[in-house]
């Protein structure tokens, strides 16, 4: 899917989100509820995001240059690192003012509450599905869709707690209801900086074990060590790879070579990858040093049927 296509969706739901969050804080004022100025709160947050997103996208399409030889990538990151903190933030906020409110239940109208819930569900509903239909593989688009994810679920809670306030009168319903969101919210805003946080921190791809990687490529025909692995993630999506690969003498390096790239791409779907392969000196053989082979080793060696030796 074209980075074009993703903006459409991203611009269809912003209009949605800005258009019903004016309408719901003059309501939530009216009705004194803090389940839908909480709801309107975080449909900010959402249009924040979604123009974060935007603006992260078109960053990240432009091309290497200078010290940047990776171009811009991890502004998606980077936006999608705003979004998740956003949202901790939010629901830290929400919990100490819904405990106020528990605490000292002001008067709320239910009924406003119901009306604009329902309201909220459906256009809500319109504007997560228009981000599903853009490519969620990408932390930042998944930023912006989880803030609207739990929007959606926010006015399910509100709609729920007005009709509680509007049949009964009990109204810490609305506190219980802006708590629940806060919950929602703290859920998704640390899933949502716990990955962000993999990638400023160079871990490999959460789907990838860098152990298993070694030994499958130490395994290759010829092959007898594998070491100074690296695996990470230059942004969402696109994982790097780089290893020393030291093979028998007389060996081919570039069918071994090959064959190791062939592997990454089949079976781990990495496109980029740097590998140094070597002939084994003939005197480091069958087990081979690298701290003798190399001036500066690091990380576990792999070698075929041996489980990894740290270095």
């Known amino acids: 899917m074209s980075a074009q296509a993703d903006r459409r969706y991203l611009t269809g739901a912003l209009l949605l989100i800005v258009g019903f969050m004016m309408v719901e804080v003059v309501i939530g004022f009216i009705a004194r509820s803090l389940a839908l100025i909480s709801d309107a709160g975080h449909m900010l947050t959402d249009a924040i995001a979604i123009v974060f997103a935007m603006v ?21 990151i980077i936006s ?9 933030l939010l629901s830290v906020y929400f919990v100490y003012e819904g ?83 806060a919950a929602l919210m703290l859920k998704a805003g640390w899933g949502l900086v716990r990955d962000a946080g993999r990638v400023f921190m160079e871990a490999a791809p959460a789907n990838m074990n860098p152990a298993e990687i070694g030994q499958k490529t130490a395994a290759l025909e010829h092959v007898t060590e594998v070491h100074d692995l690296h695996v990470w993630e230059v942004t969402s999506g ?35 990858t740097t590998l140094q392969v070597d002939h084994a000196p003939e005197d480091l053989l069958p087990a081979t040093d690298s701290r003798r082979h190399c001036a500066d080793p690091h990380g576990p060696i792999h070698r075929a049927g041996i489980s990894s030796v740290q270095q």
């Open 56 to 76: 992260a996208m078109r960053i990240a399409a432009r091309p290497p240059q200078g010290g940047f030889t990776y171009g811009l990538k991890r502004a998606e």
């Open 80 to 88: 999608a690192q705003i979004n998740g903190i956003t949202l901790l």
């Open 99 to 181: 405990v106020q409110r528990l605490i000292t239940p002001p008067d709320v109208a239910g009924v406003y509450m119901v009306a604009t819930g329902l309201a909220g569900i459906v256009v809500n509903l319109a504007a997560t599905w228009l981000l599903s239909k853009a490519n969620r593989s990408s932390l930042n688009v998944e930023g912006a869709f989880q803030h609207i994810l739990n929007d959606l679920f926010a006015f399910i809670a509100t709609t729920v707690a007005g009709a509680v306030v509007w049949l009964t009168g009990w109204g810490r319903a609305d506190a219980i209801a802006a708590l629940v969101v």
């Open 238 to 272: 696109y994982a790097s790879l780089s290893a020393h690969i030291l093979v028998r003498p007389g060996a081919d390096c570039h069918a071994v070579r090959q064959a190791a790239e062939r592997l990454m791409r089949e079976e781990y779907g990495i496109e980029h």
